[in-house]
């Protein structure tokens, strides 16, 4: 099993703008849904979540772990709220 996209979802709100992350897969009809609102950074999570995407895509969701300490340790936002939130 491996990704094969990464899509953002901004729902437009009043005080604040939703963020949802959808993970794609290459299995047929399965997927997985994140939340990834940073109030008032709305472009900087959307940005940060499609530098991230090129590490992810063609990995196996299943390790978890793994992706987890590789967004971590390889990402430019290393440490702060839109990799840690």
């Given at each position: 099993m491996k990704i094969t996209a990464i899509e953002t979802h901004v729902c437009h709100a009043r005080m604040r703008n939703w963020i949802f992350v959808k993970i794609v897969t290459d299995q047929p009809g399965l997927w997985g849904w994140?939340?990834?609102?940073?109030?008032?950074?709305?472009?900087?999570?959307?940005?940060?979540?499609?530098?991230?995407?090129?590490?992810?895509?063609?990995?196996?969701?299943?390790?978890?772990?793994?992706?987890?300490?590789?967004?971590?340790?390889?990402h430019f936002w290393h440490g702060n709220g839109i990799v840690r939130g």
């Open positions: 994140g939340e990834a609102t940073l109030e008032w950074h709305t472009e900087s999570v959307v940005g940060a979540v499609k530098d991230i995407s090129q590490l992810l895509i063609g990995e196996d969701p299943r390790r978890i772990e793994y992706l987890w300490q590789m967004m971590y340790r390889q």
